[in-house]
T-cell receptor, first 115, second 113 residues
């Protein structure tokens, strides 16, 4: 149980375009979802936290207008990287949890390459 | 904010050897988590520690929660090639009404067959 999927696994896009990444909880209802970014040889850095049906809260230094997060249902959150640039190339990982659950379940990650 | 420093940063060991890595924090944590991340994958939880001084095992893995609540170590016994990956310690904390997790700097493990 507690499986989280991400789609796509890898995306390559041109500079200036927008990219949407999906995060789904497959066998549980995720009241809270988290989005992380991981640059090569670095640790995971939390970008934002979202509750179903409400606005995401962003960590310091993360531009909310550039990284749009929509947590429309208890099983789906999306991260849209708007007007992507090469410096946005990174590994984006989501995690999900439920109320009362003391653990975050991580997705397999999405590798974004911006040319 | 909380910082979790892991050492060593990277290590090469021979298959069959035991491995030890540790994690230290500038802040106190009430829970310590150890994750493993395979290349191109998300992290997977290995062990969770909930009490200072606690020693917990999961197969060949053993982790301890330091008494000061500012450190933890992870041991892997009789390493095998599939132990290769990056090991992260992590500490949950409450912020803005959410329980978030901060990750350590990571220890990259390479096992030589």
């Amino acid at each position: 149980g507690a499986v989280v999927s991400q789609h796509p696994s890898w995306v390559i896009c041109k500079s200036g375009t927008s990219v949407k990444i999906e995060c789904r909880s497959l066998d549980f209802q995720a009241t809270t979802m988290f989005w992380y970014r991981q640059f090569p040889k670095q640790s995971l850095m939390l970008m934002a936290t979202s509750n179903e049906g409400s606005k995401a809260t962003y960590e310091q230094g993360v531009e909310k207008d550039k990284f749009l997060i929509n947590h429309a249902s208890l099983t789906l959150s999306t991260l849209t990287v708007t007007s992507a640039h090469p410096e946005d190339s990174s590994f984006y990982i989501c995690s999900a949890t439920s109320t009362g659950v003391n653990e975050q379940f991580f997705g397999p990650g999405t590798r974004l390459t911006v040319l | 904010g909380q910082q979790l420093n892991q050492s060593p940063q990277s290590m090469f060991i021979q298959e069959g050897e035991d491995v030890s890595m540790n994690c230290t924090s500038s802040s106190i944590f009430n829970t310590w988590l150890w994750y493993k991340q395979d290349p191109g994958e998300g992290p997977v939880l290995l062990i969770a520690l909930y009490k200072a001084g606690e020693l917990t095992s999961n197969g060949r893995l053993t982790a301890q929660f330091g008494i000061t609540r500012k450190d933890s170590f992870l041991n892997i016994s009789a390493s095998i090639p599939s132990d290769v990956g990056i090991y992260f310690c992590a500490g949950p904390f409450h912020s803005g009404g959410y329980q978030k997790v901060t990750f350590g700097t990571g220890t990259k493990l390479q096992v030589i067959p």
